[in-house]
């Protein structure tokens, strides 16, 4: 059974640097592009960035362009997420999803086919 779980969420500083990782189980990962989402206490699940299938393109939303990284290593399974220069408004479950060969900039929106069940991230002013 497909499987995606989520770690490297805790409490950090503002300003603070973090690395979630995602490791998946049970599918064929290099056939999936991969994306970040993250739910803040209160407000709707938001998309974060993508990567495609095999790791060539990547895509951001505004907020997360200059500070978030994403990235993939199909030979261990894993999708990364690198955050920078932390904010409050960063505070949120972050959940990492799948779906088969689809591009970067268009797995916003899209319905994904495998969730996991998120890492949950503080930033603490």
């Known amino acids: 059974q497909a499987q995606l779980v989520e770690s490297g969420g805790r409490l950090v500083q503002v300003g603070g640097s973090l690395r979630l990782s995602c490791a998946a189980s049970?599918?064929?990962?290099?056939?999936?592009?991969m994306a970040w989402f993250r739910q803040a206490p209160g407000k709707e699940r938001e998309f974060v960035a993508a990567i495609d299938w095999l790791g060539e393109r990547t895509w951001y939303t505004a907020a997360a362009k200059d500070r978030f990284t994403i990235s993939r290593d199909n030979a261990e399974n894993t999708v990364s997420l690198e955050m920078n220069s932390l904010e409050p408004e960063d505070t949120a479950v972050y959940s990492c999803a799948a779906r088969t060969f689809t591009p970067a900039r268009a797995m916003d929106g899209m319905i994904m086919h495998i969730w996991g069940k998120g890492t949950h991230v503080t930033v603490s002013s």
């Open positions: 049970g599918m064929s990962f290099s056939t999936y592009s």
